[in-house]
């Protein structure tokens, strides 16, 4: 693979002076090679974020390390495969940043530097010189011939094959018509040609006929006491005591942990007794981990003298009552809600 290289060394406080240098529109082979000091001395750069903002006559756009920038083994090094979609045409400016610190959230940028970009007289609307007619010229000769010879065959239909246009006429009777439909369908014309029963039957049955028949409601035949009575254990529902659903169908699961885990889907809507005399510690996931519906509880009860605290995964927020993370003593319980996207709700005994 060729590639054309460029090598620039630049200061975070301070502008240096480096080669100007030019690449040219739409090459894919442009390697920068950066040196990145701060005050003159060689920045580190591990556990950094990079990041290069270009500004050109396409308007602004990024390169990051998941789109062309690598980090090399000198300290303070780094390279960039330059995109040809990052800049176009004319003078191009770009900064380098560089983001560090929890969670990237310290940035400093570089001195900007500039290059330039060059058209290239390359593109999709060059015509390849040959010795053949340009090639607009030839397509116009092709298309000018074919509708010559469609025309040339609308000119040779003739009547032999029937009437043009013609519409089907459920009413024409003459065989010899192209209009004429064939193995028509037979319409019936009375109920019993169709094995029906004649309107007057159904008369008879309605409300003030002669034998009227009172339709039975469908629920009905479900309810208690009915022709084909359920129960709520039938259909899988719950039952209800005395008007309230009854405590068999009330009652929550209960679990048991002895050491620590990240909430899962078989936690929801459980009560978790965790019963260790090591200490415990309970992870509340990102939803990347598992995506709990928003509003779903978990119980817990500390069951043994081991310690029970409560931990976050990286990047999740949580609120702690009174910024309490732990369960005080045996037999104290805290619940856990998740409140919303990477959001729960903590509260300890």
């Known amino acids: 693979m060729q590639t054309k290289d460029y090598f620039i060394t630049l200061d975070m406080m301070r502008t240096l002076p480096f080669r100007p240098f030019e690449v040219v529109e739409g090459d894919t082979g442009n390697i920068l090679h950066v040196t990145l000091l701060?005050?003159?001395?060689?920045m580190d750069l591990s556990g950094c974020a990079i990041q290069i903002a270009f500004a050109s006559s396409n308007g602004f756009a990024m390169q990051?390390?998941?789109s062309g920038i690598v980090k090399t083994a000198e300290a303070g090094t780094f390279d960039i495969a330059l995109l040809p979609t990052a800049y176009g045409a004319g003078n191009v400016s770009a900064d380098v940043q560089i983001y560090s610190g929890e969670n990237n959230a310290t940035l400093v940028t570089s001195t900007r530097f500039d290059f330039r970009c060059r058209k290239s007289l390359i593109s999709g609307d060059i015509i390849r010189a040959n010795t053949a007619y340009p090639p607009l010229i030839e397509a116009a000769r092709v298309a000018n011939e074919a509708a010559a010879a469609a025309l040339a065959a609308a000119e040779r239909i003739d009547t032999d094959l029937g009437e043009?246009?013609?519409?089907?006429d459920w009413n024409e009777a003459d065989t010899t018509q192209d209009a004429y439909i064939r193995n028509k369908p037979s319409i019936p014309g009375a109920p019993g040609d169709i094995g029906a029963a004649a309107a007057s039957h159904a008369a008879q049955h309605e409300q003030g006929g002669s034998d009227p028949v009172t339709p039975t409601l469908h629920a009905s035949r479900h309810a208690n006491g009915g022709a084909d009575a359920l129960s709520p254990a039938d259909i899988g529902a719950a039952g209800l005591t005395g008007g309230v659903v009854s405590a068999a169908q009330s009652r929550c699961l209960i679990q048991t942990k002895t050491e620590s885990f990240t909430l899962g889907a078989d936690d929801a809507e459980k009560l978790t007794l965790l019963s260790s005399t090591?200490?415990?510690?309970v992870t509340l996931p990102l939803d990347s981990t598992y995506d709990f519906p928003i509003g779903t509880a978990f119980n817990f009860l500390r069951w043994n003298s081991g310690a029970v605290s409560f931990a976050i995964e990286s990047g999740l927020g949580w609120k702690a009552v009174n910024d309490v993370t732990a369960i005080s003593a045996y037999g104290c319980a805290a619940t856990a809600v998740k409140v919303g996207s990477n959001a729960w709700w903590l509260i300890c005994g």
């Open 64 to 66: 990051d390390e998941t």
């Open 278 to 281: 090591a200490a415990i510690v």
């Open 38 to 42: 701060n005050n003159g001395d060689a």
């Open 164 to 168: 043009l246009n013609v519409q089907a």
